[in-house]
């Protein structure tokens, strides 16, 4: 019933900067919880950064300092800001949202978009 789409992702280069955005599109009831996860090559998939419907974040310690997490609850979209990028950053970053169905509430996540930190 709900779909999310990422976008923003593609090639930086270390210490630079990306925003990455996610539209939920479909039959929306009601989204609680928006965030990003991202799985780097050989690793499994980590939580990243989340944020309340109101807007309070929760980063991942490691990431604090180079990360925001925001989002319009009028357009349905979440964002996802990062700077001072590092090699070490490359991977899918996956967006999810947690959404009633009318039956209970539902994970959602997206297809993901690729982030590549390289010179």
């Known amino acids: 019933q709900v779909q999310l789409a990422e976008s923003g992702g593609g090639l930086v280069q270390p210490g630079g900067s990306l925003r990455l955005s996610c539209a939920a599109s479909?039959?929306?009831?009601?989204?609680?919880?928006m965030g990003w996860y991202r799985q780097a090559p050989g690793k499994q998939r980590e939580l990243f950064a989340s944020i309340s419907p109101g807007g309070s974040p929760i980063y991942e310690d490691s990431v604090k300092s180079r990360v925001t997490i925001s989002r319009d609850n009028a357009k349905n979209k979440v964002y996802l800001e990062m700077k001072s990028l590092k090699p070490e950053d490359t991977a899918v970053y996956y967006c999810n949202a947690d959404t009633w169905h009318g039956s209970g509430w539902y994970r959602v996540w997206g297809q993901g978009t690729q982030v590549t930190v390289s010179s």
């Open positions: 479909g039959t929306i009831s009601s989204i609680n919880a």
